[in-house]
């Protein structure tokens, strides 16, 4: 980048990029050194990863870093295959949360880096384009953390053939859908709902008339009033709370942003609106979110992933769910977040495949290994048996509330386990009003 | 069909909603009047002096109205200092340097922001006010703070217009508007002039940042989103004109809201095609100063 740009102060004894470039060197030759033993270059067997760090979508790629230093000391003894220890470095990328910079950094990995196998996460963003560059590339790539139709069909997948090189573990908008019902389910309402889907590849997904939430809910009895797709960084919901106003909605549903749903959520008070349950995909995800909105964060409800109360184990540390959020909040003093466990879960996957490979050396052989994966994750069995797809297994999936306790904190309460019984339910369903 | 109680709702609530995208437009309109400079990081500001109004809130326990008296000045000594430090280096006959710097630096701000504050989603808290309601007729309530936010923009382009014509700053801001070179001639530093206005210019910034970390979520990456609406408001109103200013906000407002009302799809696309309407029958806009 630096030998680019023009050389108009070239003119000075040392040039501010050389010092730049000098300065660089010397901060990254000590990772360099650190992962290239020359005795072991052959038995070097590499993980590229590619995640969101920076930008809107930082926040779900925020325990990359915890979950890379655990990972990476579990492998300092190295990884043993057929008899012989293998050193595993992982490269890590930052996506910058843009999907052609996804790209851009997946196809460096495997065609500069020369990765043995890739794995990324976080949102059709990530986790689409870099499955495209493996796919074309042809090497063995692993996703998680993105509903499974977006990955599929946002990629032209046909249901018939599949991708060849690049599975995926997560759940879908069936699962949404049916642990939302069921959420709604559990409390007296007169099942009028109002959507709020935006604009965007979630949106228009969750708002399809055909295979979104609109005919799922009018067969369990709910009547749906979806006024349209608003564009994301809505300054203004009143035309949306005027109609719910009208058709008298006790329940809000739909998949937002935080800003959109913080400013729907503020307007909805001072025009007077109060429905009995409000149950928001993505929004909701995060305790910041929740946090930043005081006291009126109380009671609202979302689909739930992954809680430290979910019953599994990661077969890499032998941690419990619990044990896992704890370490990384006294790691890193932030409360747990969903993300974590799946991103922990991407590295168990990882590690368990490059242990059963066959053949290091040879991709087919890596790649045989993903399609036999019968593992137990922290976040649930991980094998692909073709179901729902080919190329996607999936993970449970439940639905809660945000319950305010006795100390002012917030905890994600499991209201409803229908659609996966295996996960405790933690209390019930309260209602906002 | 809609009933009229609602139009009227919908319509006053975008009139509101208006009175911040003029404080959006206000320091932007400021400094390109003045100086002609497009200041690209303008969106990226208005979300540093909301995380400054966060720290001063966590770190004094004051409000965030009260926090103003602390973020306005911090901001408007880092716009004088950023000014005489770095931009007034890139003015000159050609555009381009200042807007590629100022875009540099929304890279720098966002990113400076994420590694402080991490991608948390963060929101002041003003309590009561937040959710306060005045009823005025049936099916027709008015917000409290889209209401104080409004009241607050008229007053930001009060001052800024009695600044700008009946005080010795303002004529110096006008005199260099006009004719840089006369007005160094004339014994003005127009250094010294961008700077302060400048300043200005982000003590607004601080004002609008603060009302809109109120009313919604920020993160350190939201800012150039709401730089658009900034933009056309001042392009709506005119160059240089601070009630235009405040007109274009209004329109924008209420444009969008129609356009949420017919098909919330059509919101912003409704808001862009009264800009561009303006734009064909009045390239100047509505109130021209600056040609």
Known sequence: MADRTNGTRSEHGISRRTLVKAGLGAIAAPAVLRVLPADAQSNVIKIGHVGPRTGPLAGFGEANAFIHEQVRGILSKGLSNGGKTWQVQIISKDSQSSGSRAAEVASELILSDKVNLVVADSTPDTTNPVADQCEVNEVPCITTNCPWQPYFFGRKGDPKKGFTWTYHFFWGLEDVIASFLALWDSAPTNKVVGGLFPNDADGNAWGDPKLGLPPALAKAGYKLHDPGRYQLMNNDFTSQITAFKNIKAEIVTGNMIPPDFATFWSQAAQQGFRPKIVTIGKALLFPSVIESLGARGDGLTSEIWWTPHHPFKSSLTGQSARELTDAYVKATNRPWTQPIGFQHALFEVAIDVLKRAKNLQDPKSILEAITTTKYNSIVGPVQWTGQPVKNVTKTPLVAGQWQRQANGKYDLVITTNKPAPEIPVGGKLKLLS | ?291
């Not at chain 2, 303008?42 to 109004?53: E, K, N, Q, T």
């Not at chain 2, 716009?79 to 000159?92: D, E, F, K, P, S």
């Open chain 2, 1 to 291: 069909m809609v009933p009229l109680m609602e139009w009227v709702n919908i319509i006053l609530q975008g009139a509101l909603l208006g009175g911040l995208y003029a404080m959006f437009a206000a320091g932007l309109s400021l400094i390109f009047g003045v100086m002609r400079l497009v200041n690209i990081a303008h969106g990226d500001l208005i979300v540093l002096a909301a995380y400054l109004s966060l720290l001063a809130t966590d770190a004094f326990g004051l409000g965030p109205m009260t926090s103003l008296l602390v973020v306005v000045p911090l901001m408007a000594v880092i716009g004088y200092t950023l000014q005489r430090g770095i931009l007034n280096q890139t003015l000159g006959p050609d555009l381009l340097p200042p807007l590629l710097v100022t875009f540099g630096l929304s890279i720098i701000i966002q990113n400076g922001l994420l590694e402080l504050f991490t991608a948390d989603s963060r929101r002041l808290q003003a309590g009561a006010v937040e959710v306060a309601s005045l009823h005025v007729a049936d099916g027709l309530s008015i917000g409290v703070l889209p209401l104080l936010q409004f009241v607050t923009a008229i007053a930001v382009i009060a001052v800024l217009q009695l600044v700008f014509y009946r005080t010795a700053l303002g004529r110096a801001f006008r005199a260099t508007s006009d004719d840089q070179d006369v007005a160094q001639l004339m014994g003005l530093d127009n250094r010294h002039v961008f700077g302060l206005a400048m300043a200005l210019s982000l003590a607004v910034v601080a004002i609008a940042g603060i009302f809109l970390a109120v009313r919604t979520n920020f993160d350190p990456a939201i800012g150039p989103a709401r730089l658009i609406f900034g933009f056309e408001a001042v392009i709506i109103g005119g160059l240089g004109s601070m009630w235009g200013t405040l007109a274009g906000g209004i329109i924008l407002g209420v444009a969008q809201a129609i356009g949420a009302q017919l098909d919330p799809g059509w919101q912003l696309l409704a808001g862009h095609i009264a800009f561009l309407i303006i734009l064909a029958i009045k390239p100047d806009g509505l109130f021209p100063k600056v040609q």
